[in-house]
Structures are given as C-alpha cells and as structure tokens.
C-alpha cells in the first residue's frame, strides 16, 4: 500500500471514528450535523454512513443515523476494531513492559489484547493462550512461541470462542500474566454488557497469577449492564493519557494504575 492510500485510509478511519463518537454520544445526527462536523462533502457523509451502517455500528434513516443500543457496537468486531487505534497502542506498548521471556500469558478478545499480541515477537520465547481468533492469526507463524488456541462457540460477532467449551479450557490452565479489557469502568467496578462475555473474563481472572486491566480513556467513568469484577481484583491498571487526572489519582488508591502517552 502506498504512503498516499495509506494516508487517506488513515484519515477516513480517524473521519468515521468521529462520526461514530459523535453519533453515540447525542443518539442521532443529521447528514447537515455531520458535513459541518467533519468538513467533508455530503457525498463523503453518506459514503462514511453507508459503511458504518454495513458494519453495524450505526443505523440509517432517511436525513441521518442513529446509534444501535450499546449491546450491538460495542460487541460489534468490526467497530472495535476500528475504535481509539492510537490509545490501544500506547496501553499495548506499556503493557509489553511487563513481558518477559519464558512467561506464560493469556489474552482475551479485546481489540486491546489485540495490539498486545502484535508486539510479542520481541519476547519470545512465550507461552500465549487465547480465545481471539484475531490474536491467533497474528501469533500462529512466530518463532519459538508455543500458542494455545482456547476454542469453544465461534460467535461471528466478536470473532473469538465463548460458552461452556472456552470455559472449561480456560479453567484447565494456569498463567503467569493476563492481559484483560472490558467496555466499562469506574473507580470501582469493571462491567460488560454480555453475560457470556462476562463469565469467561471472570475465568481468565481465575487462571492468572497476575491480572492486567488495559482500558482506554473511552471506557470510563462508565458502566455497563453486568458486573464483571471489582477493580481490586486486578493487580495492575494500564490507561491512556486521555483519562482526567482526578480520576487516576482516585483510582490509584485502589489500584497501581500505569498512564501510556499517546
């Protein structure tokens, strides 16, 4: 790919991500609401809407979109994985600080897990176990790490493996480190909005010695429908510098909290 077609796929991601935010945040816009947000032509708009309307993360009516109810985008693969790139990266790039080689290490399906995998190449050799279909993919082919694919009920929805199978196989081992995220937060609690979802976070807890919760600025103050686990149970909370220093600080009384720069 070219550095101009590279450029211009960039700039239509960071386009709709915006659109996606903006949308989400009031419950609907108008084609007009979105040109004066973006800059853009009305052919540009409608292209953008066309395409998040495709991958679920918004709904189209005539004049404008609307957001889809929380437990469709964000559960939606494609919308994480398009979501706050440059903020996953940075909680990736802190996160891998904590790898060293000869460990045993398991990811969940996050988008930020994700970015973790990217990076660990450099540390090998390692034991990685996950259930991300994605990460699987991205690890299969790396020298001198030994990967443990935790299957079970493919759901299309988050590309990854859930249900009774994926529990069993996750409580059948124990790790060193987990690396973890989860759609919401606050200074007390982690929620999700799946109970299935939810079930295997909480069996990922069990199986590590050590809990890592990487969570980008987006997901906080905010919770969802289920608690998945008090944030007590993590030994170590991994943010972005987008999140308000008052609330790292609250948060910091609980839990040691690392804060990547973007």
Do not use: W
């Not at 990217?118 to 991300?132: D, R, W």
């Not at 990460?135 to 030994?146: C, G, I, Q």
């Not at 008090?230 to 308000?244: A, F, K």
């Amino acid at each position: 790919m070219s550095s101009d077609t590279s450029g211009t796929t960039r700039s239509r991601q960071v386009r709709q991500q915006r659109i996606t935010d903006f949308v989400i945040d009031r419950g609907t816009a108008t084609v007009a609401d979105l040109v004066e947000l973006t800059g853009v032509s009305h052919m540009t708009v409608h292209r953008d809407i066309d395409e998040l309307a495709r991958r679920g993360v918004l709904r189209k009516f005539r004049g404008g979109v609307s957001a889809l109810p929380s437990t469709v985008f964000e559960s939606n693969a494609e919308y994480r994985l398009g979501a706050h790139v440059e903020a996953k990266a940075a909680i990736a790039r802190q996160a891998a600080t904590l790898v060293e080689p000869g460990m045993s290490i398991l990811l969940d399906d996050s988008t930020t897990a994700l970015s973790l995998a990217k990076l660990l190449s450099e540390f090998v050799p390692l034991t990685v176990a996950t259930n991300y279909l994605r990460a699987v993919e991205v690890l299969k082919d790396v020298d001198d790490l030994r990967l443990i694919c935790i299957g079970g009920d493919y759901s299309r929805t988050h590309d990854s493996f859930l249900g009774m199978p994926c529990l069993e196989a996750v409580d059948s081992i124990t790790v060193d480190m987990a690396f973890l995220s989860t759609s919401a937060m606050n200074t007390d609690m982690t929620f999700h909005q799946e109970p299935e979802i939810v079930l295997v976070k909480r069996a990922m807890l069990a199986s590590a010695e050590t809990k890592v919760l990487l969570m980008d600025s987006s997901k906080m103050p905010r919770s969802a429908l289920h608690r998945l686990a008090p944030i007590t149970d993590y030994d170590r909370l991994i943010v972005d510098s987008g999140v308000e220093e008052g609330l790292v600080k609250e948060l910091r009384e609980r839990i040691p909290v690392d804060v990547a720069p973007l």
